[in-house]
């Protein structure tokens, strides 16, 4: 904030830290139906949630470089979200163990990426030749 003209006003950076924190806000409720989908103690979502809004947006900006590399990651995300809402939907009717859930998740992201990183590397065999 600074005085201009007798007045207190906000300076652009004040814009650029409430869009900051409210990236983190949206990481974190972005997150609680993926920790739903794995587990069912109160604990485990509510410090899941505490760590997704202290670290997910440097792991963002971490990966947001790498972010063109995996052009499967999307797909692999969606079939993530409709693999926890199948099982958020159907959990009256059949509760896989917790390691069920967390193996159909790792699989899923890690075909994305390794099909990511293959199709890349031919791209770029395919225009070296």
Same mark, same amino acid.
């Given at each position: 904030?600074?005085?201009?003209?007798?007045?207190?006003?906000?300076?652009?950076?004040?814009?650029?830290?409430?869009?900051?924190?409210?990236?983190?806000?949206?990481?974190?409720?972005?997150?609680?139906?993926?920790?739903?989908?794995?587990?069912?103690?109160? #604990? !485990?979502?509510?410090?899941?949630? %505490?760590?997704?809004? +202290?670290?997910?947006?440097?792991?963002?900006?971490?990966?947001? *470089? $790498?972010?063109?590399?995996?052009?499967?990651?999307?797909?692999?995300?969606? #079939? !993530?979200?409709?693999?926890?809402? %199948?099982?958020?939907? +159907?959990?009256?009717?059949?509760?896989?163990?917790?390691?069920? *859930? $967390?193996?159909?998740?790792?699989?899923?992201?890690?075909?994305?990426?390794?099909?990511?990183?293959?199709?890349?590397?031919?791209?770029?065999?395919?225009?070296?030749?």
């Amino acid at each position: 904030f600074t005085m201009a003209r007798g007045k207190w006003l906000a300076t652009p950076l004040f814009a650029v830290l409430v869009m900051v924190e409210a990236t983190d806000l949206v990481f974190a409720v972005d997150s609680i139906p993926a920790v739903l989908g794995v587990a069912r103690e109160q #604990f !485990v979502v509510f410090s899941s949630n %505490a760590f997704a809004i +202290l670290g997910l947006r440097s792991l963002y900006f971490c990966l947001s *470089g $790498l972010a063109d590399r995996f052009r499967f990651l999307n797909v692999g995300l969606g #079939f !993530v979200l409709g693999f926890v809402g %199948a099982k958020m939907l +159907l959990v009256e009717f059949w509760d896989p163990p917790e390691w069920l *859930g $967390l193996a159909v998740i790792v699989v899923i992201l890690t075909t994305a990426v390794v099909a990511s990183l293959a199709v890349e590397r031919r791209d770029s065999r395919d225009a070296g030749a």
